[in-house]
C-alpha cells in the first residue's frame, strides 16, 4: 500500500459543514468560513442558495471568519441525550462579521453561571471528537474563554 | 371574510394512555365537542386534524372511519408545536371563507413517555453536534430565551422560577391537567436543573392528549347555540430574518407580529383581554411573551410576575388552566386545547378556575422553527 492510498482511506472531516479543514491539518488551522450577501452584506455559516434577508440569489463571497468572539447569551445543559458529558454551557457567539454560532464554551464553571458571562471574549479551537461510520476522524470547533477577559 | 364562532369545545384530560391508540383518544376528544355542538359528524361539512407524530399516516380520515365516515374533505396538518392551532386555523378559514358553514377541527398526539429530546434519523449520529457545538435541545434553546431577557432587564432566575410556582398554582383547579400539583418557589429553585435557568418544575410534561372545536358561521351558530364564542382574530406568522435567528430561535419577533396582526384584526387591545392561555413550553418562555403579547411594557415582565398580576385574580390572568407546565404538551392537541380553554372561561365554564366575568381571551402558540398563531376569542 503506497502512502496515497492511506491518506486517501481515511479522512479528516468537519463536524459541520462550515468548518473548514485545510489540507495540511493540523500544521495549518482549521477556520470557520461563511457566505457574504453581495446585495445587503448579510453573512450567513457556510453555503447559501439564497439570501434569507433580502431574497437575493446571489453573488455570495466566501469569507473567512475570526476565531474570536464574544458571548451573547448561553444556557447550561444539565439532561441531554445518552452518551454525552453534562453538565455544558452551551452558548450563542457572536462573531465580528456579524454573524453567530452556536457552541460549547470551556473553562467556565457550569455549576456557577453568572451573567457575568455576557460579552466574555472566546477564541476557537479544534479537537477529534469521534470517529465515523467509515472509520475518519471528526473535527469539532469548541470556544473556550480568553484568559484575564 | 365571514364571522366564525366556536360552537363546540372539547378536550381529553391530559396524561399517559398506554391502553388506547391515537385514533382513540382524538375520537373521544372529536365527540365530545360535536356533541358540546349538538351536531353529529353528518352536519360536519370539512374536517382538519393536527397531529404531528403521525404526520404520514392520514390520522384525520383514520377518526373518521372511527367517528362517521361521511366522505367530506380532511386535511391533515403539521406545524410543531403549533399543530393544533393551525388546524384549528384552517377549519376557520374554511368557514370564513364561506366555503362551509360547519367545520371540525381536531389536535391530538400520542408521545407515551418520550421526551423532547430529539433525534437523529438515518445520519450517522457521529455527526450530530448536540453537546459539543452547543444545543438545539429545547430546555437549552429556552433556556437561552430567558438568558437572552436577563442579559437585556436584569431579570433573575427567581423570576422564572414564580412563573413555574403560579402556573402549578393553578393546575390544581384544573381536572384535565396532567399534574396538579403545587410546586412552593423553593421547590421550584432547588429542583434539578434541566437546562439553567429552567429546571425539572420549569419544563412542560410530554403525554397524551386530544381536543377538539366546532366551528360554525354566524347563521348555523345562531340555530344550535346561545353561547356562540366568536373568533375575532385567527393569525398565523413564520419567522422573519433576525440577525441570530439562523442558528438561536427567535421566538420573540414572529409572536409579536402575530400580536400586532391579532389586535388590529380583532379591533381590540391588550388592555381589553381578560385572560390569556400562552405557550410556557418553559417558565422562561412565558416571562418573554409578557412582553411580546404587550400584556407590559419592555422590560416588565419580571415585574409582572413579582406582583402576582398574571395570576387568577390578578390584573391579567395567564394560564389560568396551569399552563403546558401543569398540563402537559401532546404536541398535536396542545393548540387546539389553548382554545378550548378560553373559550370555557367565556361560556363560564371553567370551574374552579374560572376567570370571573371573561369577555375577551387570547389563545397563543408557537412551533419552533418557527410558527406562531394567535386567536382571540370573545363572547
Ligand atoms: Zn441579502
Keep these: ?149 | 371574510m365571514r364571522d366564525v364562532a366556536i360552537v363546540g369545545a372539547n378536550m381529553i384530560k391530559f396524561g399517559r394512555y398506554p391502553d388506547k391508540d391515537l385514533v382513540q383518544l382524538a375520537s373521544e376528544a372529536a365527540i365530545g365537542a360535536l356533541k358540546d355542538a349538538g351536531i353529529t359528524m353528518n352536519e360536519v361539512q370539512m374536517v382538519v386534524s393536527g397531529n404531528l407524530y403521525q404526520a404520514n399516516a392520514m390520522v384525520g380520515q383514520r377518526i373518521m372511519k372511527e367517528i362517521g365516515a361521511t366522505g367530506v374533505p380532511v386535511v391533515n396538518v403539521a406545524n410543531a408545536c403549533a399543530t393544533g392551532s393551525t388546524a384549528f386555523r384552517e377549519a376557520y378559514l374554511a368557514v370564513a371563507s364561506g366555503a362551509y358553514d360547519i367545520a371540525l377541527a381536531i389536535g391530538s398526539e400520542q408521545m407515551g413517555k418520550m421526551g423532547l429530546l430529539t433525534g437523529f434519523g438515518d445520519r450517522d449520529p457521529s455527526y450530530s453536534s448536540e453537546g459539543v457545538m452547543g444545543t438545539g435541545l429545547m430546555p437549552g434553546v429556552f433556556g437561552q430565551t430567558g438568558v437572552e431577557h436577563m442579559r437585556k432587564y436584569g431579570t433573575t432566575a427567581e423570576q422564572f422560577a414564580k412563573i413555574a410556582v403560579k402556573n402549578h398554582k393553578h393546575s390544581v383547579h384544573n381536572p384535565y391537567a396532567q399534574y396538579q400539583v403545587e410546586t412552593p418557589l423553593e421547590d421550584v429553585i432547588n429542583a434539578r436543573v434541566i437546562a439553567w435557568p429552567n429546571t425539572l418544575y420549569m419544563c412542560c410534561p410530554t403525554g397524551d392528549g386530544a381536543a377538539a372545536a366546532v366551528l360554525m358561521s354566524a347563521e348555523k351558530a345562531r340555530q344550535y347555540t346561545k353561547q356562540p364564542v366568536w373568533v375575532a382574530a385567527s393569525v398565523l406568522t413564520s419567522d422573519p430574518w433576525t440577525q441570530r435567528n439562523p442558528i438561536m430561535f427567535d421566538v420573540n419577533t414572529l409572536t409579536r407580529n402575530a400580536a400586532e396582526e391579532a389586535y388590529e384584526k380583532a379591533g381590540i387591545g391588550p388592555e381589553d383581554l381578560s385572560m390569556v392561555e400562552l405557550h410556557d413550553c418553559f417558565a422562561t418562555a412565558e416571562l418573554v411573551h409578557y412582553e411580546n403579547l404587550m400584556l407590559c411594557g419592555e422590560g416588565e415582565a419580571g415585574r409582572l410576575i413579582d406582583e402576582g398580576e398574571t395570576y387568577v385574580g390578578g390584573r391579567i390572568p395567564v394560564n389560568a388552566s396551569g399552563g403546558l407546565l401543569s398540563k402537559g404538551h401532546p404536541l398535536g392537541a396542545t393548540g387546539v386545547a389553548n382554545i378550548v380553554e378560553v373559550a370555557w372561561h367565556l361560556r363560564g365554564q371553567a370551574g374552579g378556575r374560572q376567570v370571573e366575568g371573561a369577555k375577551v381571551g387570547l389563545a397563543h402558540v408557537i412551533g419552533l422553527g418557527s410558527a406562531c398563531t394567535i386567536h382571540i376569542l370573545k363572547k
Design chain 1, 1 to 149: 500500500m503506497t502512502q496515497e492510498q492511506v491518506a486517501t482511506e481515511k479522512k479528516i472531516k468537519p463536524l459541520v459543514p462550515f468548518l473548514k479543514i485545510p489540507d495540511k491539518y493540523p500544521d495549518e488551522p482549521a477556520y470557520l468560513w461563511g457566505s457574504k450577501c453581495k446585495s445587503c452584506g448579510t453573512v450567513y455559516l457556510g453555503s447559501r442558495i439564497a439570501c434569507a434577508k433580502c431574497a437575493s440569489t446571489g453573488p455570495f463571497e466566501e469569507v473567512r471568519l475570526s476565531d474570536e468572539g464574544e458571548i451573547y447569551v448561553f444556557s447550561v445543559v444539565h439532561q441531554t441525550v445518552p452518551g454525552l458529558e453534562a453538565p455544558y454551557v452551551a452558548a450563542i457567539i457572536d462573531l465580528a462579521e456579524g454573524v453567530a454560532v452556536r457552541a460549547n464554551v470551556y473553562g467556565l464553571d457550569p455549576l456557577n453561571p453568572s451573567p457575568q458571562w455576557f460579552g466574555k471574549k472566546v477564541k476557537m479551537y479544534t479537537e477529534k471528537i469521534r470517529v465515523d461510520r467509515e472509520g475518519n476522524d471528526v473535527i469539532a470547533a469548541k470556544f473556550k474563554v480568553v484568559d484575564g477577559k
